[in-house]
Protein backbone atom coordinates (compact mmCIF):
# COMPACT_ATOMS: atom_id res chain seq x y z
CA UNK A 1 0.00 0.00 0.00
CA UNK A 2 1.44 3.56 -1.03
CA UNK A 3 1.45 6.28 1.48
CA UNK A 4 1.53 9.83 0.36
CA UNK A 5 2.75 12.53 2.84
CA UNK A 6 2.71 16.06 2.50
CA UNK A 7 5.17 18.30 3.64
CA UNK A 8 5.91 22.09 3.57
CA UNK A 9 2.43 23.44 5.30
CA UNK A 10 2.60 26.46 7.96
CA UNK A 11 2.03 29.61 9.00
CA UNK A 12 2.89 32.37 6.49
CA UNK A 13 1.54 36.04 6.08
CA UNK A 14 -0.63 37.49 3.21
CA UNK A 15 1.33 37.64 0.28
CA UNK A 16 3.94 35.03 1.60
CA UNK A 17 4.61 32.38 -0.44
CA UNK A 18 4.70 28.49 0.45
CA UNK A 19 6.17 25.19 -1.56
CA UNK A 20 4.19 22.00 -1.04
CA UNK A 21 5.69 18.53 -1.48
CA UNK A 22 3.61 15.26 -1.45
CA UNK A 23 6.24 12.19 -0.97
CA UNK A 24 5.63 8.60 -1.46
CA UNK A 25 6.46 5.32 0.79
CA UNK A 26 7.41 3.80 -3.36
CA UNK A 27 7.40 4.96 -6.50
CA UNK A 28 3.93 4.88 -7.85
CA UNK A 29 3.98 4.26 -11.72
CA UNK A 30 1.24 4.46 -14.44
CA UNK A 31 0.18 7.75 -12.94
CA UNK A 32 -2.99 9.47 -14.57
CA UNK A 33 -2.97 12.28 -12.98
CA UNK A 34 -2.23 13.79 -9.41
CA UNK A 35 -3.41 16.66 -7.44
CA UNK A 36 -3.98 19.12 -4.42
CA UNK A 37 -7.11 19.60 -3.00
CA UNK A 38 -8.03 21.68 0.27
CA UNK A 39 -10.71 22.18 2.93
CA UNK A 40 -11.02 24.75 5.30
CA UNK A 41 -13.45 24.66 8.63
CA UNK A 42 -16.73 24.04 7.76
CA UNK A 43 -16.16 23.60 4.16
CA UNK A 44 -15.99 20.80 2.11
CA UNK A 45 -12.62 19.84 0.49
CA UNK A 46 -11.96 21.05 -2.79
CA UNK A 47 -9.75 20.96 -5.97
CA UNK A 48 -7.10 23.16 -6.08
CA UNK A 49 -4.93 22.18 -8.79
CA UNK A 50 -4.49 18.93 -11.15
CA UNK A 51 -1.94 17.71 -13.15
CA UNK A 52 -2.23 14.70 -15.82
CA UNK A 53 0.50 12.90 -17.00
CA UNK A 54 0.35 14.62 -20.24
CA UNK A 55 0.86 18.22 -18.25
CA UNK A 56 -1.88 19.19 -18.61
CA UNK A 57 -3.03 21.25 -15.76
CA UNK A 58 -6.34 23.31 -14.62
CA UNK A 59 -6.71 25.01 -11.34
CA UNK A 60 -9.65 26.60 -9.29
CA UNK A 61 -10.46 30.09 -10.45
CA UNK A 62 -9.33 31.20 -6.92
CA UNK A 63 -5.54 30.43 -7.21
CA UNK A 64 -5.48 31.07 -11.35
CA UNK A 65 -2.01 32.93 -11.45
CA UNK A 66 -0.80 32.26 -8.11
CA UNK A 67 -0.21 28.98 -7.30
CA UNK A 68 1.43 26.53 -9.83
CA UNK A 69 1.37 22.68 -9.68
CA UNK A 70 4.35 20.31 -11.47
CA UNK A 71 5.15 17.06 -11.19
CA UNK A 72 8.75 15.82 -9.65
CA UNK A 73 9.39 11.98 -9.76
CA UNK A 74 8.05 9.08 -8.78
CA UNK A 75 8.50 8.95 -5.35
CA UNK A 76 7.81 12.97 -4.76
CA UNK A 77 5.04 13.08 -7.48
CA UNK A 78 3.89 16.90 -7.21
CA UNK A 79 4.76 19.92 -6.31
CA UNK A 80 2.20 23.17 -5.34
CA UNK A 81 3.96 26.73 -5.11
CA UNK A 82 1.71 28.63 -4.18
CA UNK A 83 2.47 32.56 -4.15
CA UNK A 84 0.75 35.60 -2.99
CA UNK A 85 -1.18 33.72 -0.34
CA UNK A 86 -4.35 35.20 0.90
CA UNK A 87 -6.14 34.39 3.87
CA UNK A 88 -8.64 32.64 2.07
CA UNK A 89 -6.39 30.15 1.32
CA UNK A 90 -6.45 28.64 4.98
CA UNK A 91 -7.28 25.06 4.46
CA UNK A 92 -5.79 21.67 5.52
CA UNK A 93 -3.79 20.72 1.94
CA UNK A 94 -3.79 17.38 0.73
CA UNK A 95 -2.25 15.92 -2.30
CA UNK A 96 -4.03 12.49 -4.31
CA UNK A 97 -2.53 10.49 -7.17
CA UNK A 98 -4.52 8.55 -9.01
CA UNK A 99 -3.02 5.93 -11.32
CA UNK A 100 -6.15 4.86 -13.20
CA UNK A 101 -6.98 1.73 -10.37
CA UNK A 102 -6.82 3.36 -7.04
CA UNK A 103 -6.79 6.64 -5.70
CA UNK A 104 -3.92 7.59 -3.22
CA UNK A 105 -4.37 10.45 -0.38
CA UNK A 106 -2.20 11.71 2.01
CA UNK A 107 -2.91 13.12 5.32
CA UNK A 108 -2.82 16.63 4.81
CA UNK A 109 -0.82 19.45 5.66
CA UNK A 110 -2.15 22.61 7.20
CA UNK A 111 -1.72 25.71 5.83
CA UNK A 112 -2.41 29.41 7.63
CA UNK A 113 -2.44 32.60 5.98
CA UNK A 114 -2.64 35.39 8.77
CA UNK A 115 -0.95 38.39 9.87
Known amino acids: QVQLVESGGGLVQPGGSLRLSCAAS????????MGWYRQAPGKQRELVAR???????NYADSVKGRFTISRDNAKNPVILQMNSLKPDDTAVYYC?????????WGQGTQVTVSS
Open 26 to 33: RSIFSINA
Open 51 to 57: ITSAGRT
Open 96 to 104: NVNNGAVDY
